[in-house]
């Protein structure tokens, strides 16, 4: 054989390195000819293979997807939130918040303009009117909506529509108050 290098047989590999000047280089050529000698001695050379450690499954574990739906197969996101959404029993609940999203669309761009959804709770949904004519008005109205929302939301979702006028200011506190007084009849007198 030549001493051409890249004509060399792994197995001739000589363990000790050759002389070097720089002392990080000599830890390394060190370190490397400490390591072919463990796997010399190890009985591994250059050319095996590497020994996998992952543990392999008998043949009767092994399982096929078959052609029929399991746990395993690919679900669609709007089916799993769908399933999640009533395996928890927020159906109702993210219907209505969809229904307040809409709410124009839902009542009208007039209605709408003046009455704005507060909160859901239990079926019964809580509108706040800007004005008391509007909140009568929305009173007249009730039957209508409850069943424009069935519509929308599904039938005994939204059960009772809550009505309330404009928030009055008030007159507990403040410099005007008396105190021990019954309110607003106290306070100009």
């Known amino acids: 054989m ?4 890249s004509q060399r047989d792994p197995q ?21 000819a400490r ?3 463990a796997a010399k001695a190890a009985g591994l050379s250059p050319s095996s293979r590497a020994v996998s450690r992952r543990r392999r499954r008998p043949a ?4 096929f997807s078959s052609s029929r739906a399991d746990g395993r197969d690919p679900v669609l996101l709007g089916d799993q939130l769908g399933r999640l959404l009533a395996e928890r029993g927020w ?5 209505v918040g969809s229904v307040v999203s809409r709410w ?5 761009e007039d209605v709408a303009h003046h009455v704005v959804p507060s909160t859901f709770d239990q079926g019964i949904l809580t509108v706040q009117a800007d004005s008391t004519s509007w909140a009568t008005t929305l ?11 069935a519509a929308e939301v599904g039938p005994g979702v939204v059960t009772e529509l809550q009505i309330l006028g404009p928030a009055a200011p008030s007159w507990r506190r403040g410099g005007r108050a008396a105190p021990g007084g019954r309110g607003p009849r106290d306070t100009y007198g």
């Open 91 to 95: 159906s109702s609940d993210v219907a």
């Open 139 to 149: 009173r007249y109205m009730t039957p209508m909506l409850l069943e424009r929302l």
């Open 104 to 108: 124009p669309s839902v009542v009208g």
């Open 35 to 37: 390591a072919r000698s």
């Open 2 to 5: 030549s001493n051409d290098d």
């Open 12 to 32: 001739d590999v000589d363990d000790d390195p050759q002389p070097v000047d720089n002392p990080l280089d000599d830890a390394a050529a060190g370190a490397l």
């Open 60 to 63: 009767s574990d092994i399982t």
